[in-house]
């Protein structure tokens, strides 16, 4: 019940647009994370003005506080953070999984406790479900089982299989409604038949779109691709593919060349907050005491807050005093250059030159890594 | 060498208008703090938008990092922070004075440890001077010694001459320029006498503009509001008088009542970064769980983002969840009630109007203690 349209296509890198109840979102795309219900240390209007399109909310984090029914009554997630966008939400799953001695699995779903009070929480198929309803997402995504990297062929297909089973769940318990829609996740490690059998299996369920989970969490750049290139092709054209969780600027790169239409990562903004800048030149580590006498912008040519106002040196001031505002004026400038990125590679698809970005891209990433 | 023009006085209370080199400050006139080099969680245009027309930034932080001479070499403080308005820089005094067993005064000056590094350190009228002057301050204060509350009259006294022959030869180290001047500071305590001597000297001296010091350290308002009873009599009409570090809402009221022109306080942005905001029904604590479904605004009458975009529930979910995005909102929020409120006595004494607003805003303020 999600509108998508695939307007270029180029090798396999995609450019498309998604049709939301919020409106509309063109891919490729990435999404800042906001955890809790706010981008850290950005208000909505800042989000906007770095090119935002679509956020990501974290079901697990909002159903302990402030709790999804009182979201529910003041308006829904987008009317409580004030963002009238898009907004995707997970499901929860990968949170609780990674809470590891507080949590329990069984087949209905996932016991475990808060974090914030140790209070006793479940999460099932349906509940997930019913959670992300209450917080109004325009797109919400199945419960599956994470497991842990690295696991054995066998415990991945436990879990591969398990996560079929709740993925049928989720979509008989998902309500369609127009500019709404839910996605499936496609898991199975980083074994390349049990991603096809898991994409195949979702695709013959039928979701609005189909999310790769479980990578990016320590089997390195080269595996992460190498499962894409397994995966991809089993999804259906004509559908939004989301790589959950990645990630640096080069994986975008790879990724999109692949044909991956959405993304979600917490490193520029988390990056921000810990003194660090992505540039066209590389990161930047802005407590480094060589930028202390800098005068000179982040990058000449980003038009963000900090590169417009601000010095080198001032940021180093503001890292290395732990101001708030060095947070705030780099996590701008993190979002900003991520979003940059998408719109260069959205018209590189366009014009029919993908493979030449990307390879410019990489050398020039290539030469940032090896100069520092 | 500081233009200061009177538009209108009534009762005591005055409205102005200072010329200085970064531009003009109509007054009465609220400065956020800018400690170190940033007004906590605000950017500058931020701090544009809720009319703030000059900030203070603080000498001992800023000498201490990024250094004085570094900031100068980065073209001064204005341009280091990204703020084109006024700056009023302290003389550093009353913080290191407050560093207690870390600090050693002579007739000659102070010697201290930096609370950073441990570094031995050295701050003396002369020096104080040349370093606001290196960042670049269109107001310099004079370095005075600042006594602990409460403190008998002997030792008040003996501070007070002291700082005195400190005022005489900052006055003498201070290079005058157009649109530049020097404070010097009344002190003597809670003693009226001790007060009035104090400024009878500075006025002798000859000063751009008079501050009071070494007040709201715990002698409460009503011995606050009476030593500006016994000083402001003492000061020139025509040149401008400053209250450091104060206030509450209610002790700006007061003071503008007895002809204060300026102020600095930490209230409005430390409040903001503590879950407290200033509204015209009083000051409400946004942690209190009574506000976690509450979908009105902070104050319907207000124009900052946290009013116009986002409920009590929400401010109250990020005070809770220790978000930035709460800091950020209260601060612009607070900053805004400081600066309307200024303006509110600026129109009221414009149109002769300031003893009917001061009733006015007693009566509610105390209505607003009473209901908590």
Redesign the interface.
Known sequence: MLGFALEAQDGAARAGRLETAHGPVTTPAFMPVGT???V??????ALHDCGAQMLLANTYHLML??GAE?VA???GLHR???WQGPILTDSGGFQVMSLAALRQIDETGVAFRSHLDGSAQRLTPESSIEIQHLLDADISIVLDECIAFPASQAAAAEAMRRSQRWAERSSTAFRRRPGYGLFGIVQGGVFADLRRQSAQHLVAVGFDGYAVGGLAVGEGQAAMLAVLDATLPELPRARPRYLMGVGRPDDLVGAVGRGIDLFDCVLPTRSG?TGQAFTPEGPLNLRNARY??D?GPLDPDCRC?ACR???R??L???V??N???G???LTWHNLLYYQYLMRAMRAAILAGRMADFAQAFAARWRSAQLAK
């Open positions: 809790a219900g706010t850290k240390a950005m208000t909505p209007a506080r402030p009182r009554r003041l308006g409580f953070m004030a907050r202390a006498d005068p807050p106002s601000h010095s040196a001032y180093h001031h503001l290395k005093a101001e708030i505002l947070a705030i004026l």
